[in-house]
């Protein structure tokens, strides 16, 4: 069965540093999302992107933060100065048809 | 900005069925009532999703209520590997649209 695929499982950054985040979508899959999540809280929102572009993102979603999809498979969450609070984990999701949004592992991203 | 309540946490015994409860009652009309789950660690995991009419797939029925304001996850057969935190969610199916999730239920499966 296919799935999405995240890399790396963890990334341990210090802070102000610069993290991109991999993920390979389901391969037939049009819309792409990232969400992250602070370890015991819930699960957030931060982009969704269709079609090279982004389709919305939440408040989360600063100007540290870009995506890309540069090679048609790749997916990527680039964050561009790291700070302590971006220590989460990031889940990548895509989908095909409006119902089913299928979720990678996730990366767990430490800032020290 | 949540539209469901869930129950913060659940527990049943393995082998029997588990029903977890979810009231949206200001759910709109074009509104689907969807659950995923994240067993610990991993990224959220569909299950299944409805309209109005029950649904019932390889992992789990879901049944809604007749004015659609709550709606009912059954697991069957719970097993150890069924405990995880479940999310009733409320959302329009259209494609592009994000997930919000809320707390939802900690269902502990026990031996």
């Known amino acids: 069965e296919p799935e999405v695929t995240q890399t790396p499982s963890h990334q341990v950054t210090q802070m102000g540093q610069e993290v991109i985040l991999r993920c390979v979508p389901i391969s037939n899959h049009l819309y792409f999302y990232w969400y992250r999540q602070i370890l015991g809280q819930k699960v957030e929102f931060l982009v969704s992107?269709?079609?090279?572009?982004?389709?919305?993102k939440s408040e989360i979603f600063d100007d540290q933060f870009s995506v890309e999809r540069p090679d048609g498979s790749n997916f990527t969450l680039k964050i561009r100065s790291t700070k302590l609070e971006d220590s989460a984990m990031y889940f990548c999701a895509s989908t095909l048809s409006s119902y089913e949004q299928y979720f990678g592992p996730g990366t767990r991203l430490t800032v020290t | 900005d949540a539209k469901t309540t869930q129950p913060t946490s659940m527990d049943c015994a393995e082998g029997r069925a588990a029903n977890l409860p979810c009231n949206h009652s200001?759910?709109?009309?074009?509104?689907?009532v969807y659950w995923y789950r994240q067993i610990h660690s991993q990224g959220p995991q569909y299950i299944i999703h409805?309209?109005?009419n029950n649904e019932t797939n390889e992992m789990a029925s879901l049944i809604i209520t007749e004015d659609r304001k709550s709606s009912t996850l059954i697991l069957p057969h719970a097993t150890l590997r069924d405990t995880a935190v479940y999310y009733c969610i409320v959302r329009v199916a259209n494609r592009d649209d994000k997930i919000i999730f809320g707390k939802g239920t900690r269902l502990h499966i026990l031996p």
């Open positions: 409805g309209l109005k």
């Open positions: 992107f269709y079609n090279n572009e982004i389709s919305e």
């Open positions: 200001t759910i709109s009309g074009n509104e689907y």
